[in-house]
Nanobody, 120 residues
Framework: QVQVVESGGGLVQPGGSLRLSCAAS????????MGWYRQAPGKERDLVAG???????NYADSVKGRFTISRDNAKNTVYLQMNSLKPEDTAVYYC??????????????WGQGTQVTVSS
């Protein structure tokens, strides 16, 4: 069994910063890609940033230059550093990890989501 748990959301003023964390645990053999998605009310869930096991990254155009994704493979953890936050960044942020479990199966695991609210 695998668990994926996000943390670090909250309320921040425009221009502020937050750091999200997402830790995977359980019967993990290896983790391939990890990524952050977000979903605002009434909108679809969209990719914010992704990172491969080798460290290659990609970002949504709307967050380039403001957000940074990183990972600690030893801790099975992915981070999202968010700077210069804007009200339009307000959403529930979800972590997705593509995990090979010890039995050999590979599938995507989602966290429960963490709320980020940018408001004065």
């Amino acid at each position: 069994q695998v668990q994926v748990v996000e943390s670090g959301g909250g309320l921040v003023q425009p221009g502020g910063s937050l750091r999200l964390s997402c830790a995977a645990s359980g019967s993990i053999f290896s983790i391939n890609a990890m990524g952050w998605y977000r979903q605002a009310p009434g909108k679809e869930r969209d990719l914010v940033a992704g990172i491969t096991s080798g460290g290659s990254t990609n970002y949504a155009d709307s967050v380039k230059g403001r957000f940074t994704i990183s990972r600690d493979n030893a801790k099975n953890t992915v981070y999202l550093q968010m700077n210069s936050l804007k009200p339009e960044d307000t959403a529930v942020y979800y972590c997705k990890s593509t995990i090979r479990v010890v039995s050999g199966f590979i599938r995507d695991y989602w966290g429960q989501g963490t709320q980020v609210t940018v408001s004065s």
